[in-house]
């Protein structure tokens, strides 16, 4: 008894026969009765509680990955054991991952990451030389030539010239320094690291944090990680999600009554809401952030995916530029790009960088120091980020495939962007803004009294239980709008426009059958 005893408590179980010659079954049952009496015996309660955690991390959350997922994947499983649904699969539209919806990678680049992954390739005729020369560049400049090493802290050097590079072309010019480059695991990453170091103060001079509603839910979380104050203004629904200044002076003006709104933070082209920002709109932004003394945090990671004609990207690095040294000088903006999106959807590497403008010095060193605690990015994730900056161009061996599977995606996505705001807009209570870029609908949905008092008896959000209902009857995953922020009494979902042309109108059909239904059980 005393050994079974002890055998628990070091963690072990009682396998042979003890030297007093009782058999395995009887130690076990021994410990088994020791396991029941102890929770009496025990003097220690758990350490960590959901009363005992840290309160600012129970706050967080994350739509995207919410409740409806979590649903989603029962289903799934439910559906893999023979139970019968009224469809055959789950279709997953609630996450801008592409390649997960099926979306072929980038030939160039993978080749170029298994090089640098088995360099021993680098023999292979099998490889282009295009692709053998980036991967050759990017292993010389990794410690012992090799992407399992740990890189400095800001990133591997080279990386961070071909980022400085690129950023120089696609602002027409406007020089980049490599010094402002800081490569990142995904954009996500340093987004928070740049919002760690600004949030400060307490009562009402902590920092108050203005984000767009509806947001990309990164903000909100990383704002009650921080336990910021989240500082909401409203895109402009009838407007094509507009941002509009005066809404911005608004938002302002009544958060200095409670905090100290520091940071302003804008998507570009707009996730969940699509809109691509005018320059001039940029150049009002640009103004007010001047004005009112706030920090910018441009978060550009749809940078190549805008599809109306009528649409173009403006950096806010370059628009700061051409508004002349009153601005370029002074406004401090940190702006963010990502492998994840754009058309080589490589979310898995977790590649990105940030561009950090008018960084005091002393904040930059704090900023290598604040990143050096986590040693670096992951270097696959920047040498996948190498490759988005620096593609085959015109007189390379691969510069042909690459621009066919390039113009291939975008393409795509933009005849989908078209597809979906048609067939929304077609749906008696359903109104669509048009994609003008990003991946992903938006829709408003009309949700009849009837709907919203059965969801309160169910306790959930009015969109919520529309979109569980979506789930469960046709198998189609999209988030509720409610993860994003919407207006009160305003109900939207957001899905993406990834899946195949031909599947997404299967999956739009669907919608519209089931709002139809919806609409006709709750009138
Ligand atoms: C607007 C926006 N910012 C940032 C991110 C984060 O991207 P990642 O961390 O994968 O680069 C996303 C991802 O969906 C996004 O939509």
């Known amino acids: 008894m005393q050994r079974a005893a002890a055998l628990v408590r070091r963690g072990c179980s009682p396998r042979t026969p003890g030297p007093w010659g009782r058999s395995q079954s009887s130690a076990a049952a021994e410990a088994s009765a020791v396991l029941k009496v102890r929770p009496e015996r025990s003097p220690r309660e758990r350490i960590l509680t959901l009363e005992s955690m840290n309160p600012q991390v129970k706050a967080v959350e994350y739509a995207v990955r919410g409740p409806i997922v ?43 990451m298994a090089l640098c992954t088995y360099p021993n390739l680098l023999n292979s005729p099998s490889f282009p030389e295009d692709a053998k020369k980036r991967a050759r560049r990017i292993l010389q400049a990794c410690g012992g030539n090799s992407l399992g090493s740990y890189s400095a802290s800001q990133g591997v050097n080279c990386i961070r ?3 400085a590079a690129y950023i120089t072309r696609r ?35 902590r920092t108050g944090v203005m984000i767009p509603i509806p947001q990309y839910p990164l903000y909100s979380a990383v704002i009650s990680e921080l336990d910021a104050i989240q500082v909401n203004y409203y895109l402009d629904e009838e407007n094509c999600w507009a941002l509009n200044v005066n809404e911005l002076r608004r ?28 320059r001039k709109c940029i150049e009002d932004v640009i103004h007010f952030a001047w004005e009112e003394k706030l920090f910018l945090l441009a978060d550009e990671v749809y940078q190549d995916n805008v599809y109306s004609p009528d649409c173009r990207f403006h950096s806010f690095k370059k628009v700061l530029y051409e508004m002349g040294p009153e601005y370029s000088s002074n406004v401090e903006l940190a702006s963010f790009h990502s492998t994840s999106k754009g058309y080589m959807g490589e979310c898995g590497y977790r590649g990105g960088y940030m561009e950090v403008i008018n960084l005091h010095p ?14 670096c990015p992951p270097v696959s994730g920047q040498a ?8 085959p161009v015109p007189g390379e061996e691969s510069f042909e495939q690459f621009r066919r599977e390039k113009e291939s995606v975008l393409g795509n996505l933009a005849k989908k962007a078209k597809l979906t705001e ?35 008896a169910h306790k959930m959000a009015p969109d919520m239980f529309y979109c569980m209902k979506l789930l469960e009857e046709t198998g ?48």
Do not use: W
């Open 70 to 112: 979590l649903k989603a994947g029962e289903i799934e499983l439910e559906l893999q054991r023979g139970i019968k649904k009224p469809f055959t699969e789950v279709i997953r539209a609630n996450i801008g991952d592409a390649q997960a919806m099926g979306q072929q990678p980038i030939t160039f680049l993978r080749q170029v």
């Open 161 to 163: 010239e071909d980022v």
């Open 171 to 205: 602002d027409g010019g406007v020089p980049a320094d490599p010094d402002n480059i800081y490569l990142t695991t995904g954009a996500s990453d340093g987004i928070s690291t740049i919002l760690k170091i600004l949030v400060s103060g307490g009562g009402k001079s």
């Open 251 to 278: 938002a302002v003006r009544e958060a200095k009554d409670h905090c100290d709104p520091k940071v302003l933070c804008i998507i570009n082209p707009g996730n969940p809401t699509g809109q691509v920002q005018s």
């Open 362 to 375: 002393e904040i930059k060193g704090q900023l290598v120091k604040l990143l050096s605690v986590r040693l």
């Open 384 to 391: 996948a980020m190498d490759i988005v900056v620096n593609p």
């Open 422 to 456: 048609d067939l929304f807009n077609q749906v008696p209570g359903i109104h669509c803004n048009p994609l003008q870029g990003a991946m992903y609908a938006f829709p408003r949905i009309f949700i009849p009294a009837k709907a919203v008092e059965a969801a309160q």
């Open 476 to 523: 189609i995953c999209v988030v509720p709008g409610s993860g994003f922020g919407q207006r009160e009494g305003t109900y939207h979902f957001r899905m993406t426009i990834l899946p195949p042309v031909e599947k997404l109108k299967t999956v739009l059909q669907k919608v519209k059958d089931f709002h139809i239904k919806f609409l006709e059980k709750y009138a």
